[in-house]
């Protein structure tokens, strides 16, 4: 393994875990050529014919699928924090003896801790997704065995479709299934919302195994998973702890400086002109994302302007946009809480998407780039518009991507940040580690100002007479630092040694993260 | 060996943020032992350890224990905390470290300023200061008195003068809300040389109170050789203050605005603070025609309810409608609604405009009274209009090119 330097100026490994790897070349630098990837050839003769797969437990589902060491296993975070089945799945391989498996998650969460044991013993390899919260301390450490590797939610359908990556067995946490192994998320004790972040594991793995708390008889109604590719079905007890799966309520967040935030992002699409009739946007459910929703829906009533469609992460506020009739649709990507899960299970125009369908280099088009506006967050922004969402500046990896890269792509990409987080300023000279490259982000808003991408003229034509604080980003950072008392420490890092790899939408490698030293 | 004096100064713990906990234990011998542990050691460590043996070499300590908890305090923030610790371990220490008074908090302020929103900072509060300013009120409190335990009463002193010099306050008022009487005049020696525009006097009963703050002033502004003005808001909050509240806003020229108090009245009262509000139409009727005749501003006080924003709204209009021209916060949010509530109705505006158009127009002819059609109009309607076009323009109702 050697270092060169890719088309962002940063270090990246050329072969990463044992395959020779494509360093980022550009936006939209890269497309593969050559056919999609399939899985092998299956005959319906093979399976039940009165359709009935299930089989007692995930153990004997996992021999049956052929279980054996260094296999990819995959899973799907939309059970988030109250996932249980991946770790009663680990604990399994492990009980089996199988080592070396390469975990291909979706996105990981921090009640994956149990799974550290599993990395120190061999049994995981090393982890493709995202490693968050202890996950990411472990691997930044240089504890695990293999590289890690980031991947935004359309760059794992991506790496799927392509053949980068290939599934031996993916185990699909189900909230209601039937027998023949049709699944959705909308209904049962368990319930998400939606799966469609195990789309592509459905229908390209080797082997597919449903895993549900709700068996229902068939037809499973609707199956955002389709049967037809399932392998085998398990009936469990309980996929994990609900109150931890969606919350009960999300709430917006009480911080006058958040709020203040959210008021400039619904004040600047408005006054930038996005706000019209048949508009569109993405929110998330983080506190100011929540927040700013709120905000713009006063101006569009005040306005009398209703978008075609916005994109969640849902939440019980789209759903009140919905339900006002100030949206025809949601096009919804996964469901935060409760009154998303009722909106999507209940109303025709609460729409199941998947990484697919919104994310996917290898579409012919996606939904991203249709989006007026994209509203997310980042841990740390440079002076070149660079953002970083995976790690902060302490070195230490914390979060995934998610479909953060992907939404880059709107036609108006907002980065809401606080400009400095206790002491530590989060508009920097240069990026920890680059997730989103400076050209597709068109506006950083802080509390202290908002700083508009030279790149974007129009824009800043757009908002010339605004009463909004518009500023260059870099008055914004000098502020910052006169305030945290000058420009922190950098982090001791091992620059020869990295530890993970963040993945561009189109499979090349956009930068490393390296070894923090203890 | 003798036991070495102890002194500690600010917060520990998980909750905290953007604080520290600073312990000094004057040994007499041994040399300095600096141990420091931070949230943000990684990125700020060297720094944080660099200003504390700075500040050691500053107070001349050459013998000393000193641990420092950090949880993300700024540097004005270490500094206060440590000159506090100091001076609780050697309480004849009689040096001090204050930060340098920011360029940007060099503007003063007048008389006349609007008062609509002033917003309370818990003076020993410090993760509130930064960004109180962004909401854009009219003015910032620190708050000495009543938001702080009196056990921190010591060290908020030191945070606030700190904060009066280091916070960008972003144009809004600098004011600070001392102690009652007599330990309020004690409070003045951390404000009055800093830049502070309004003092604010809790729990007044009477001339005397006011007089024994202005001489204190006066003496402290003569030996720093301050030249700019520093007002004072007494705060009604007792029912001998209400009944004594024309001596109160005549006692001095420096009074800008008398305001209410009411949760310390209605005790007083021996009755319970309703939302309606009947048992306190007196005082605050009282409070609003003392501050008229003596020419000062009327000021409503806080409305303590932070999620109730309709509730807010109600008693702004209704505080408006009394002759109130401010509204006490306890939060950001409360701001702007505030300044929307007293924003003139836009009839209010457009007859504002005719009769400043008209008093222009009489200006130029130089003719001396102001007539609208037939009407003849009085200087104090002038005085109101003129009043509400700048209200409308500062609320972004007017443009200024309009009038």
């Known amino acids: 393994m050697k270092l060169i330097k890719n088309a962002a100026g940063r270090m990246v490994p050329d072969v990463v875990n044992g395959i020779e790897s494509i360093p980022y070349k550009g936006i939209n630098g890269h497309k593969p050529d050559g056919r999609n990837y399939g899985g092998p050839i299956r005959s319906c003769a093979d399976y039940p014919a009165d359709g009935n797969k299930v089989v007692p437990g995930l153990k004997e589902a996992l021999i049956k699928a052929g279980i054996k060491d260094g296999m990819t296993i995959s899973t799907h975070h939309h059970l988030r924090n109250g996932d249980v089945v991946t770790n009663q799945l680990f604990d399994i391989i492990h009980e089996l003896g199988i080592k070396g498996v390469r975990w291909f998650p979706s996105a990981s969460f921090p009640c994956h801790e149990h799974l550290i044991p599993y990395l120190e013993d061999g049994t995981i390899h090393h982890i493709e997704g995202s490693m968050n919260g202890p996950l990411g301390r472990y691997t930044s450490y240089g504890k695990m065995k293999g590289l890690g590797v980031l991947r935004s939610h359309g760059g794992r359908y991506q790496s799927v479709q392509d053949g980068e990556v290939h599934i031996d067995i993916a185990v699909i946490a189900s909230p209601t299934a039937d027998p023949f192994g049709n699944a959705n998320g909308v209904s049962g004790n368990s319930a998400c919302g939606l799966i469609g972040f195990a789309l592509a594991?459905?229908?390209?793995?080797?082997?597919?195994?449903?895993?549900?708390?709700?068996?229902?008889?068939?037809?499973?109604?609707?199956?955002?998973?389709?049967?037809?590719?399932?392998?085998?079905?398990?009936?469990?007890?309980?996929?994990?702890?609900?109150?931890?799966?969606?919350?009960?309520?999300?709430?917006?967040?009480?911080?006058?400086?958040?709020?203040?935030?959210?008021?400039?992002?619904?004040?600047?699409?408005?006054?930038?002109?996005?706000?019209?009739?048949?508009?569109?946007?993405?929110?998330?459910?983080?506190?100011?994302?929540?927040?700013?929703?709120?905000?713009?829906?006063?101006?569009?009533?005040?306005?009398?302007?209703?978008?075609?469609?916005?994109?969640?992460?849902?939440?019980?506020?789209?759903?009140?946009?919905?339900?006002?009739?100030?949206?025809?649709?949601?096009?919804?990507?996964?469901?935060?809480?409760?009154?998303?899960?009722?909106?999507?299970?209940?109303?025709?125009?609460?729409?199941?998407?998947?990484?697919?369908?919104?994310?996917?280099?290898?579409?012919?088009?996606?939904?991203?780039?249709?989006?007026?506006?994209?509203?997310?967050?980042?841990?740390?922004?440079?002076?070149?518009?660079?953002?970083?969402?995976?790690?902060?500046?302490?070195?230490?990896?914390?979060?995934?991507?998610?479909?953060?890269?992907?939404?880059?792509?709107?036609?108006?990409?907002?980065?809401?940040?606080?400009?400095?987080?206790?002491?530590?300023?989060?508009?920097?000279?240069?990026?920890?580690?680059?997730?989103?490259?400076?050209?597709l982000i068109d506006v950083i808003i802080t509390e202290r100002g908002i700083a508009i991408n030279p790149l974007r003229k129009d824009l800043l034509e757009c908002v010339k007479n605004s009463s909004l604080p518009i500023k260059e980003i870099g008055e914004i950072k000098s502020e910052v630092e006169r305030i945290c008392g000058g420009k922190p420490a950098l982090p001791t890092r091992d620059l020869n040694e990295p530890v993970a790899v963040v993945k561009w939408v189109d499979g090349t490698v956009l930068d490393s993260v390296f070894k923090v030293i203890e | 060996m003798k036991s070495p004096k102890i002194g500690i100064a600010g917060k520990s713990g998980t909750s905290v943020r953007s604080d520290c906990r600073i312990e000094i234990q004057l040994t007499g011998t041994g040399g300095l032992d600096i141990a420091v542990t931070s949230k943000v050691d990684q990125l700020y460590g060297g720094q944080i350890r660099e200003q504390i043996s700075g500040l050691a070499d500053h107070f001349k300590i050459k013998n000393a224990k000193i641990i420092v908890e950090d949880y993300g305090a700024l540097p004005f923030i270490i500094s206060a905390r440590f000159e506090a610790a100091l001076k609780i371990a050697d309480p004849d220490e009689k040096n001090s470290f204050v930060p340098e008074l920011l360029e940007q908090n060099k503007y003063g302020s007048h008389k006349e300023k609007m008062r609509r929103s002033r917003l309370y900072l818990p003076g020993n509060e410090p993760k509130f200061f930064v960004n109180a300013g962004l909401h854009k009120p009219d003015g910032i409190i620190l708050d000495l008195e009543d938001s702080v335990a009196p056990a921190?009463?010591?060290?908020?002193?030191?945070?606030?003068?700190?904060?009066?010099?280091?916070?960008?306050?972003?144009?809004?008022?600098?004011?600070?809300?001392?102690?009652?009487?007599?330990?309020?005049?004690?409070?003045?020696?951390?404000?009055?040389?800093?830049?502070?525009?309004?003092?604010?006097?809790?729990?007044?009963?009477?001339?005397?109170?006011?007089?024994?703050?202005?001489?204190?002033?006066?003496?402290?502004?003569?030996?720093?050789?301050?030249t700019s003005d520093v007002y004072f808001m007494p705060i009604i909050e007792s029912a001998k203050g209400v009944l004594k509240s024309f001596d109160i806003a005549t006692s001095s020229d420096h009074i800008c605005s008398l305001a209410i108090g009411l949760e310390d009245y209605t005790a007083d009262l021996g009755t319970q603070r309703t939302l309606e509000g009947k048992e306190s139409f007196f005082a605050r009727s009282m409070v609003v025609n003392a501050a008229r005749a003596a020419a000062v501003q009327p000021i409503d006080t806080v409305f303590s309810d932070v999620s109730d924003m309709d509730g807010l709204m109600a008693s702004v209009v209704e505080a408006k409608s009394l002759g109130f021209e401010g509204k006490g916060c306890i939060h950001p949010r409360q701001i702007d609604p505030i300044h929307k509530a007293f924003a003139p109705a836009p009839e209010e505006i457009e007859k504002a405009k005719k009769i400043v158009a008209a008093y222009k127009e009489a200006e130029k002819s130089g003719s001396g009274v102001v007539a609208l059609g037939s009407k003849m109009i009085d200087a104090p309607v002038v005085k109101r209009a003129q009043r509400t076009i700048r209200l409308a323009v500062q609320n972004g109702l007017l443009n200024e090119n309009e009038i």
């Not at chain 1, 085998?232 to 911080?255: F, H, M, N, P, R």
């Not at chain 1, 709020?259 to 002109?273: M, N, P």
Request: glycine letters at 8%; a negative charge.
């Open chain 1, 201 to 439: 594991d459905s229908e390209y793995a080797d082997r597919v195994i449903v895993v549900t708390d709700n068996l229902v008889p068939f037809p499973c109604i609707p199956w955002q998973i389709q049967g037809n590719n399932v392998d085998y079905v398990v009936q469990v007890d309980s996929l994990g702890d609900a109150s931890k799966i969606v919350s009960g309520t999300t709430e917006v967040t009480k911080s006058p400086d958040r709020l203040l935030i959210a008021e400039y992002v619904a004040q600047f699409i408005e006054d930038a002109g996005l706000m019209k009739d048949g508009f569109s946007f993405q929110a998330g459910a983080g506190g100011t994302n929540l927040a700013f929703v709120l905000y713009l829906k006063e101006r569009m009533k005040a306005k009398n302007v209703k978008a075609r469609f916005v994109r969640g992460g849902s939440t019980k506020y789209l759903v009140q946009l919905l339900e006002e009739g100030l949206t025809d649709y949601i096009l919804d990507g996964q469901t935060f809480d409760l009154e998303g899960v009722r909106s999507m299970r209940e109303n025709p125009r609460h729409i199941n998407t998947s990484p697919f369908t919104s994310y996917n280099f290898h579409g012919k088009g996606n939904f991203a780039s249709i989006v007026d506006v994209a509203v997310l967050g980042a841990t740390e922004v440079d002076v070149n518009f660079n953002a970083n969402v995976v790690s902060h500046s302490d070195g230490l990896l914390l979060h995934g991507i998610g479909g953060w890269q992907n939404c880059l792509f709107s036609k108006c990409t907002i980065l809401a940040i606080p400009s400095f987080r206790d002491r530590i300023p989060v508009i920097v000279d240069d990026v920890m580690t680059l997730c989103g490259p400076g050209e």
């Open chain 2, 152 to 226: 921190e009463k010591f060290a908020a002193s030191f945070l606030v003068r700190n904060s009066l010099c280091a916070v960008d306050f972003y144009g809004a008022e600098r004011m600070v809300r001392i102690n009652q009487l007599p330990r309020g005049l004690e409070d003045l020696e951390f404000i009055v040389p800093y830049n502070v525009h309004v003092i604010l006097i809790p729990k007044c009963e009477s001339a005397e109170d006011v007089k024994k703050v202005e001489a204190k002033v006066e003496e402290i502004k003569k030996k720093h050789k301050i």
